[in-house]
């Protein structure tokens, strides 16, 4: 079994052999990496799930091409990630967080939020019953 600095390192190895990478713009920065614990939800949330900040480095598969990205957040159905490429919603994605553990997941929405970003949503892939 792999230690958290062995996983770690795999990411670190990963994200310097991506076809591109966001980088997170000046604005955003200083401050992208404090917030913690669960997102308060607004009254006129149709949410199922309770969201909560997950902000990291994370690898993003699509297709056969690897891609660093920044998570935002994370639900049990779903998680929220800032994006150098546009995906396409129903694609189908492999998401590789830094603790190694790696997601099938499908993209349900990603809007153009800068120059060179999209703010990205995906849903876990159901896993089938044997």
Same mark, same amino acid.
């Given at each position: ?14 994200? /310097? ?7 997170l713009p000046p604005h955003m920065a200083a401050n992208f990496f404090s917030p913690t614990g669960p997102i308060p939800a607004h009254p006129e949330s149709r949410r199922g799930y309770q969201r909560y900040f997950l902000r ?19 639900? /049990? /159905? ?53």
């Amino acid at each position: 079994m792999l230690g958290v600095s062995d996983e770690k390192q795999i990411v670190e190895k990963l994200w /310097r052999s991506v076809e591109a990478a966001f980088e997170l713009p000046p604005h955003m920065a200083a401050n992208f990496f404090s917030p913690t614990g669960p997102i308060p939800a607004h009254p006129e949330s149709r949410r199922g799930y309770q969201r909560y900040f997950l902000r990291d480095r994370a690898i993003l598969k699509s297709g056969e091409k690897l891609f660093g990205i920044f998570t935002m957040d994370i639900s /049990r /159905r779903g998680i929220g990630f800032l994006s150098p490429k546009q995906l396409m919603p129903k694609e189908n994605i492999q998401l590789i967080l830094t603790n190694g553990r790696k997601y099938h997941m499908f993209v349900t929405r990603c809007r153009r939020k800068g120059m060179n970003y999209f703010e990205c949503g995906a849903k876990f892939t159901p896993v089938s019953q044997s």
